[in-house]
């Protein structure tokens, strides 16, 4: 597959801000337990920023949820929380 | 060797011994404002050596063939030689993150410093890049089509202003050194640096070419001849350039990161 240009470079759909509020952190406290400015949370919690690697794993990391669920292609379907998918498996 | 060339030569390299082995370790270590404010005085001591031998003596001074008074000899030759200990120095004690950007600690203070969120929304980043541009184009003509350099200068301190706002509203991050911003503020200054690189390419080929066809057609104008071409370049049009390729190049990331932020609100700390 070709390289897309940065500027036509898909989107990522974030559920950062949902997990960070249902977890109770503020954008400032979540971004210091990642070592990142807080506007750097905003700016991928409105999809506006793609976190490396690295980043997307430590946020997950202090969300205490897999990466798969606060990270998703637009083209790929949605997962449910992961307390939903425990639910629904008992 | 004239003996009073060598005599400068030899009090320059004392005190940059001096300097480098006792007295910037003990009262500088690595921090960059403390070495520079104490290099401005023993720069000015090693002039004011040179001016108690030579002042009034009429004795000339050469540099790469270039004739000289004792204040300019001095002050270059110091600074030439001063240039490899500086080298050594920066490496030796680590301090070139500090020189080549603004530290990690400038970073994080203005980081959480609200102070300065006026100057942060979208539309007055927008305005401040724009007067900023503007302000650049105007200096060098204030230089050019006023009397006094004065004026020039206030032109000048208006861009000050202007660059300290700018780098307030980016939060010095087009100015910081790597460590000191995340992957995102990296990208950022980064991309600013590119496009300030591109921008800064067309002003100086358009200068250039600027240059070129004015001085064509001043030669033509005054010798009706197209077989050499001389350019008489006057003070104020020295000024003008020196001025305005020390803020353009100052101040081009800030204003690009500035003119980018404005196209999208910031997130809440919250």
């Given at each position: 597959?070709?390289?897309?240009?940065?500027?036509?470079?898909?989107?990522?759909?974030?559920?950062?801000?949902?997990?960070?509020?249902?977890?109770?952190?503020?954008?400032?406290?979540?971004?210091?337990?990642?070592?990142?400015?807080?506007?750097?949370?905003?700016?991928?919690?409105?999809?506006?920023?793609?976190?490396?690697?690295?980043?997307?794993?430590?946020?997950?990391?202090?969300?205490?949820?897999?990466?798969?669920?606060?990270?998703?292609?637009?083209?790929?379907?949605?997962?449910?929380?992961?307390?939903?998918?425990?639910?629904?498996?008992? | 060797?004239?003996?009073?060339?060598?005599?400068?030569?030899?009090?320059?390299?004392?005190?940059?011994?001096?300097?480098?082995?006792?007295?910037?370790?003990?009262?500088?270590?690595?921090?960059?404002?403390?070495?520079?404010?104490?290099?401005?005085?023993?720069?000015?001591?090693?002039?004011?050596?040179?001016?108690?031998?030579?002042?009034?003596?009429?004795?000339?001074?050469?540099?790469?063939?270039?004739?000289?008074?004792?204040?300019?000899?001095?002050?270059?030759?110091?600074?030439?030689?001063?240039?490899?200990?500086?080298?050594?120095?920066?490496?030796?004690?680590?301090?070139?993150?500090?020189?080549?950007?603004?530290?990690?600690?400038?970073v994080q203070r203005e980081m959480a410093d609200t102070r300065w969120d006026v100057v942060r929304t979208p539309a007055r980043q927008r305005l401040l890049a724009a007067v900023t541009a503007v302000g650049l184009f105007a200096t060098p003509l204030l230089f050019l089509f006023t009397p006094f350099d004065a004026v020039g200068l206030l032109g000048v301190l208006f861009n000050g202003v202007c660059l300290f706002l700018l780098q307030?509203?980016?939060?010095?991050?087009?100015?910081?050194?790597?460590?000191?911003?995340?992957?995102?503020?990296?990208?950022?200054?980064?991309?600013?640096?590119?496009?300030?690189?591109?921008?800064?390419?067309?002003?100086?080929?358009?200068?250039?070419?600027?240059?070129?066809?004015?001085?064509?057609?001043?030669?033509?104008?005054?010798?009706?001849?197209?077989?050499?071409?001389?350019?008489?370049?006057?003070?104020?049009?020295?000024?003008?350039?020196?001025?305005?390729?020390?803020?353009?190049?100052?101040?081009?990331?800030?204003?690009?990161?500035?003119?980018?932020?404005?196209?999208?609100?910031?997130?809440?700390?919250?």
């Amino acid at each position: 597959m070709s390289r897309k240009p940065k500027d036509t470079e898909e989107q990522v759909i974030s559920r950062v801000e949902d997990y960070r509020t249902a977890a109770g952190l503020s954008r400032q406290q979540l971004a210091d337990l990642v070592g990142v400015h807080y506007q750097t949370i905003g700016y991928i919690e409105r999809g506006e920023y793609n976190p490396s690697l690295v980043l997307a794993l430590r946020i997950a990391r202090a969300l205490h949820v897999g990466i798969e669920l606060l990270f998703r292609l637009p083209d790929d379907p949605d997962h449910p929380p992961a307390r939903d998918q425990a639910a629904a498996a008992e | 060797v004239p003996t009073h060339v060598l005599l400068v030569l030899m009090i320059n390299i004392g005190l940059l011994v001096l300097a480098y082995s006792w007295i910037y370790p003990r009262y500088a270590g690595n921090n960059v404002s403390r070495m520079m404010l104490i290099d401005s005085g023993l720069t000015s001591l090693a002039v004011l050596a040179a001016g108690l031998l030579f002042w009034g003596r009429g004795l000339e001074f050469s540099l790469i063939g270039l004739p000289m008074n004792w204040f300019f000899f001095s002050f270059v030759t110091y600074f030439v030689i001063e240039l490899p200990f500086f080298l050594w120095y920066v490496q030796r004690h680590g301090m070139w993150p500090a020189i080549q950007g603004q530290s990690t600690v400038q970073v994080q203070r203005e980081m959480a410093d609200t102070r300065w969120d006026v100057v942060r929304t979208p539309a007055r980043q927008r305005l401040l890049a724009a007067v900023t541009a503007v302000g650049l184009f105007a200096t060098p003509l204030l230089f050019l089509f006023t009397p006094f350099d004065a004026v020039g200068l206030l032109g000048v301190l208006f861009n000050g202003v202007c660059l300290f706002l700018l780098q307030r509203s980016v939060r010095l991050v087009a100015d910081a050194a790597d460590a000191a911003l995340d992957e995102r503020q990296l990208a950022l200054r980064n991309r600013s640096h590119h496009r300030a690189y591109q921008t800064l390419s067309a002003l100086v080929v358009l200068a250039g070419l600027a240059l070129i066809g004015w001085t064509v057609a001043q030669d033509f104008a005054a010798e009706e001849s197209l077989q050499s071409y001389v350019m008489n370049v006057s003070w104020d049009q020295i000024s003008a350039l020196y001025f305005t390729a020390l803020m353009v190049t100052a101040s081009l990331p800030s204003l690009m990161l500035a003119w980018d932020e404005g196209n999208r609100p910031q997130p809440a700390r919250a």
